[in-house]
């Protein structure tokens, strides 16, 4: 079964610091997404992605967050001075179109593993 | 907004019987779809089970089965025959049908199983 897949499952980096997480989602999907959770709370969504650029993000998504399809295939998030409260695990989504055939999966968003971010 | 409510921080239940876990959602939209993840301690997130809403019967997987109350915007997973793999925490989510949306989830709720 397709997977997505994220790298680094864990990180640990210094306050301050330029994080960049990545993800590689399935082939033929063509939404991606980033969500967060804080250990113990519930998962809140970052971004979405489609067409090469933000098709919405979150309150939480500010000026040092940013993402990326580089090459077609990876989708990258970047924290470009990490604080200790972005210590989380970030989850990488993708899924086809929403609209499509019932029961084809289209409607479903399928998770990376997680990579666990921890800023000391 | 949308928004997704799940009552139950955590739940028990004895190996081998039946759990039901409560969630309860508020849209203004007619059309969309309702989910069940599980969170396992490795923290990935696996689809358990959904429901499009235009749908009146209920979704069923094995062992997993929903009752899912449009007018009353309830959307409930009924776990029978608990195993011990089913402790987890447990997501109630949405997604709304008209966007190429992002999904919103619940708290969560814990579940133990109790051998």
Same mark, same amino acid.
């Given at each position: ?8 499952? /864990? ?33 809140? !969504?970052? +971004? ?16 040092? !967050? ?41 409607? +479903? ?12 | ?11 028990? +239940? ?97 579940? /133990?199983?109790?051998?």
């Amino acid at each position: 079964e397709p997977e997505v897949t994220q790298t680094p499952s /864990h990180q640990v980096t210094q306050m301050g610091q330029e994080v960049i997480l990545r993800c590689v989602p399935i082939s033929n999907h063509l939404y991606f997404y980033w969500y967060r959770q804080i250990l113990g709370q519930k998962v809140e !969504f970052l +971004v979405s992605f489609y067409n090469n650029e933000i098709s919405e993000k979150s309150e939480i998504f500010d000026d040092q !967050f940013s993402v990326e399809r580089p090459d077609g295939s990876n989708f990258t998030l970047k924290i470009r001075s990490t604080k200790l409260e972005d210590s989380a695990m970030y989850f990488c989504a993708s899924s086809l179109p929403g609209q499509g055939v019932i029961g084809s999966g289209a409607n +479903v968003l399928t998770f990376g593993a997680g990579s666990r971010l921890t800023v000391l | 907004a949308q928004t997704v409510t799940q009552s139950q921080p955590e739940m028990s +239940v004895q190996e081998a019987e039946t759990v039901t876990l409560s969630c309860t959602y508020d849209t203004s939209e007619s059309d969309y779809y309702l989910f069940w993840y599980k969170q396992p301690p490795s923290r990935q997130m696996i689809l358990v089970i959904r429901q499009e809403a235009y749908k009146q019967q209920n979704a069923t997987e094995n062992r997993f089965s929903v009752n899912f109350q449009k007018a009353a915007k309830s959307f409930s997973l009924k776990i029978s025959d608990s195993q011990l793999g089913d402790a987890a925490m447990y997501f109630c989510a949405y997604r709304s049908r008209n966007r190429d949306d992002k999904i919103i989830f619940g708290k969560g709720t814990r579940l /133990h199983i109790l051998p």
